[in-house]
């Protein structure tokens, strides 16, 4: 009887035994290093639907707040790529110190872009501030298509002039450690683009080997 009790007991105690424990061989792909956890930052956690995660080379991650409000086709646009995969390996191939960062060209020459249709220019009030993310374009005022690039200091001649679809909203010290140069000697690259909301792992394959286009490259000018 005392044998049977105690096997009894044993059965429930495995039977109950926390989740935790059963789940410890999947647990998630590591975050880069500095990352902050998105349950750490409520800024994260309201609408991951319309939170853009980059994952640098430089080890660290980036979270853009996405406005719809703003720019709804350059959003949709943004989050359209970044499911695909497109900015993935992709390099910051023009970056100014005391400008602006830029990104989202495959070929790595500010030449390429998506085989999407450009996006109609979405101008609006708000202003280039440190952090901002617009998007970068030819000098047709519609020629934006999968190009963008972060403000690293206040650039107000920029406002109405290219789309300012969001904000950097934690990471910014990632965006200030992308190396200069137009390219950059050895450039800071996107490991991973993904939506927040799709609880996607940060993606730890080297990136493909850019192409070569030639096509117009897309520029922001020190003057505009």
């Known amino acids: 009887m005392l044998k049977r009790l105690l096997a009894a007991i044993a059965a429930c105690s495995v039977a109950f035994a926390p989740a935790a424990f059963a789940q410890e061989e999947a647990a998630p792909a590591p975050t880069p290093t500095g990352a902050i956890p998105l349950s750490a930052n409520p800024d994260l956690t309201h609408d991951p639907e319309n939170i853009l995660l980059l994952d640098l080379s430089n080890g660290r991650r980036v979270a853009i707040r996405l406005v719809p409000e703003w720019a709804p086709s350059h959003v949709e646009r943004i989050k359209a790529l970044a499911r695909a995969g497109f900015?993935?390996?992709?390099?910051?191939?023009?970056?100014?110190?005391?400008?602006?960062?830029?990104?989202?060209?495959?070929?790595?020459?500010?030449?390429?872009?998506?085989?999407?249709?450009?996006?109609?220019?979405?101008?609006?009030?708000?202003?280039?501030?440190?952090?901002?993310?617009?998007?970068?374009?030819?000098?047709?005022?519609?020629?934006?298509?999968?190009?963008?690039?972060?403000?690293?200091?206040?650039?107000?001649?920029?406002?109405?002039?290219?789309?300012?679809?969001?904000?950097?909203?934690?990471?910014?010290?990632?965006?200030?450690?992308?190396?200069?140069?137009?390219?950059?000697?050895?450039?800071?690259?996107?490991?991973?683009?993904?939506?927040?909301?799709?609880?996607?792992?940060?993606?730890?394959?080297?990136?493909?080997?850019?192409?070569?286009?030639?096509?117009?490259?897309a520029q922001i000018g020190l003057s505009n």
């Not at 998506?114 to 020629?143: C, I, K, Q, T, W």
């Not at 650039?155 to 140069?181: C, K, P, Q, W």
Request: hydrophobic share 40%; glycine share 10%; charged share 20%.
């Open 87 to 217: 900015y993935d390996g992709v390099i910051f191939h023009r970056v100014i110190d005391g400008f602006m960062a830029q990104t989202g060209d495959p070929t790595g020459t500010g030449r390429g872009g998506s085989d999407l249709p450009d996006v109609p220019a979405e101008f609006n009030m708000f202003p280039h501030v440190r952090g901002s993310v617009s998007m970068a374009r030819a000098s047709d005022r519609d020629s934006a298509n999968s190009q963008f690039f972060i403000v690293f200091y206040p650039r107000f001649s920029l406002d109405r002039n290219y789309t300012n679809f969001g904000r950097v909203i934690a990471g910014m010290d990632a965006v200030d450690a992308i190396e200069r140069g137009e390219p950059p000697a050895n450039p800071t690259y996107v490991v991973q683009a993904s939506v927040a909301a799709d609880g996607k792992p940060q993606k730890l394959a080297p990136p493909p080997a850019p192409a070569v286009a030639a096509t117009p490259p």
